[in-house]
């Protein structure tokens, strides 16, 4: 239903913002100015002035050795050939003086969405933009913390992070091939800076583009469909992946790691939701998680997923 209906808004020219989980199953398509502001903010902006703030989030993340089981069984379907590169997640309970509003207002980042008092998301990654019948997609795998010494040869020239990097970017070019003609790599293993809360982190990127019919508008909750759940936050092969995420995990993603996008009458501009915090009673989690392929060490992987545990 809610896959028409970005169709049939779309064709119409009228704005509307989507909303999908992480699993695709659940979507929302709310013309724009039916959106009511208590409810529901966002904001999607290319560039925008970083804003300094003093607040910080406390963690409490799970211990290694629960994670390390989580691990070890994703490693063991990697051997076992059934997933070449997953995301494992995993949510954390935070503590913050903040409300949802006021995480919101404080944080710095391209996509941004309040969901009513449920989640607040800031998210850096791009999931896909529409513009002059092209989509774009900007696949981030590789993270590096900037204070590092000699920090982006490092992660460019790391094996591990490149195969990784590989691996999604052969997924989102599968992928855009699905919806676009003439999908191709613009730009390959880029470097991009982000503001991390007290630290600064280099993120590997890359650049698919493809060619869409001029009739786009009309198909695009279709175009919406064949690329979820977004490939750069659950793994490859994709079919088999999600299952094995949904039997490692063990907990749900929910909104998280879904996708939000804005239609404006003419072009589409969607962000993949990570830099996810969730609101359940009086109590708060973060959600994060990092690409595990054959090569990923446990310890590092462990420490990402608490790096990415920020407000920016």
């Known amino acids: 239903m809610g896959f028409q209906k970005a169709n049939s808004l779309a064709k119409e020219g009228i704005p509307f913002l989507f909303l999908s989980d992480f699993t695709a199953k659940h979507i929302e398509v709310i013309a724009l100015d039916e959106l009511q502001k208590d409810d529901i903010e966002y904001c999607i902006c290319e560039e925008y002035s970083y804003k300094e703030h003093e607040h910080f989030l406390e963690k409490f993340p799970i211990d290694y050795s629960a994670y390390k089981k989580k691990f070890d069984a994703v490693i063991e379907k990697i051997k076992a050939g059934e997933t070449y590169i997953l995301n494992l997640t995993q949510a954390t309970p935070i503590k913050t003086d903040l409300s949802l509003r006021e995480i919101y207002e404080l944080a710095n980042a391209h996509y941004k969405l309040r969901y009513k008092d449920q989640f607040v998301c800031f998210s850096p990654e791009k999931f896909v933009q529409i513009k002059d019948n092209t989509i774009h997609t900007f696949p981030m795998k590789g993270t590096i913390d900037a204070a590092?010494?000699?920090?982006?040869?490092?992660?460019?020239?790391?094996?591990?992070?490149?195969?990784?990097?590989?691996?999604?970017?052969?997924?989102?070019?599968?992928?855009?091939?699905?919806?676009?003609?003439?999908?191709?790599?613009?730009?390959?293993?880029?470097?991009?800076?982000?503001?991390?809360?007290?630290?600064?982190?280099?993120?590997?990127?890359?650049?698919?583009?493809?060619?869409?019919?001029?009739?786009?508008?009309?198909?695009?909750?279709?175009?919406?469909?064949?690329?979820?759940?977004?490939?750069?936050?659950?793994?490859?092969?994709?079919?088999?992946?999600?299952?094995?995420?949904?039997?490692?995990?063990?907990?749900?993603?929910?909104?998280?790691?879904?996708?939000?996008?804005?239609?404006?009458?003419?072009n589409f501009d969607s962000g993949v939701m990570i830099r996810f915090i969730e609101k359940s009673a009086d109590s708060f989690s973060y959600k994060s998680g990092g690409g595990i392929t054959l090569d990923s060490d446990a310890r590092m992987e462990y420490q990402e997923l608490q790096d990415k545990i920020y407000l920016p």
Do not use: C
């Open 148 to 266: 590092v010494v000699d920090a982006k040869e490092k992660i460019l020239a790391n094996e591990k992070e490149m195969a990784e990097h590989v691996m999604i970017v052969d997924l989102l070019r599968n992928d855009l091939s699905i919806v676009a003609k003439n999908v191709k790599v613009e730009k390959f293993r880029y470097i991009q800076k982000i503001n991390a809360g007290k630290k600064e982190l280099l993120q590997v990127s890359s650049h698919i583009r493809g060619d869409l019919e001029n009739d786009w508008r009309e198909h695009l909750g279709d175009i919406l469909q064949a690329l979820l759940p977004a490939g750069s936050i659950s793994g490859a092969p994709k079919r088999s992946t999600l299952d094995i995420i949904k039997n490692v995990e063990k907990y749900e993603r929910k909104f998280f790691s879904g996708v939000f996008g804005i239609f404006d009458g003419q």
